[in-house]
């Protein structure tokens, strides 16, 4: 398995996601939704998954930070409801059916997750398990260490430790009851600097 295997969708939509990831990320969280999204298809390959929206899938992947993003913060949604949004707005002018654009929030939403069902949603649990192992390391073990190595020499991890549990500390405090505060319960940044590729001093 290599990078060169899985290809960007060419569609309006996923245009517009790679445009705001570029523009309100920071360059090592811009890192970690590309990694994501590869990730995410590496997994979709080694469990057989049939039948993703890989459109569907690039898009929520690319997305799915977003909400931390100052201006899309929202003040009483979690940061993945308010990524969830903002991705209905994007694939809304990209002419995505409303069925479909709700799709976009579900897999958002979902990534944060403890688990989800691959029969309720194929896209949202490959990518719930990609997000668990970039950000943790979790379940290594489901693709190829030299994959891996690839993608973090081609989208270095950088700060993105620091920057990710900060943010999602901040979200805790001012959103308590949202799936932030699981997260800082659960010892994220601990988690974070002990990742089994590259741990974060």
């Not at 897999?107 to 069902?117: A, E, I, K, L, Q």
């Amino acid at each position: 398995m290599r990078l060169d295997d899985f290809t960007a969708p060419n569609t309006s939509a996923a245009r517009g996601a790679l445009a705001l990831s570029r523009q309100y990320y920071s360059p090592a969280m811009k890192n970690h939704v590309l990694r994501s999204w590869y990730i995410a298809e590496g997994i979709a390959v080694a469990h057989a998954i049939e039948g993703l929206d890989h459109e569907l899938l690039y898009v929520s992947a690319l997305l799915h930070d977003i909400g931390i993003s100052e201006e899309f913060d929202n003040d009483t949604l979690s940061y993945e409801h308010a990524g969830g949004h903002v991705g209905i707005a994007l694939t809304a002018g990209a002419g995505w059916s409303s069925d479909r654009r709700q799709r976009v929030l579900d897999v958002v939403v979902r990534h944060n997750w403890t688990s989800v069902d691959p029969d309720l949603d194929p896209e949202g649990y490959v990518l719930e398990l990609a997000t668990g192992l970039d950000v943790t390391g979790a379940n290594l073990d489901v693709l190829p260490r030299s994959f891996l190595e690839e993608l973090t020499n081609t989208f270095p991890r950088g700060t993105f430790g620091r920057e990710f549990s900060t943010a999602v500390a901040r979200q805790a405090s001012k959103k308590p009851d949202t799936s932030a505060a699981r997260l800082m319960a659960n010892d994220l940044p601990g988690r974070m600097r002990r990742h089994p590729l590259e741990p974060i001093p």
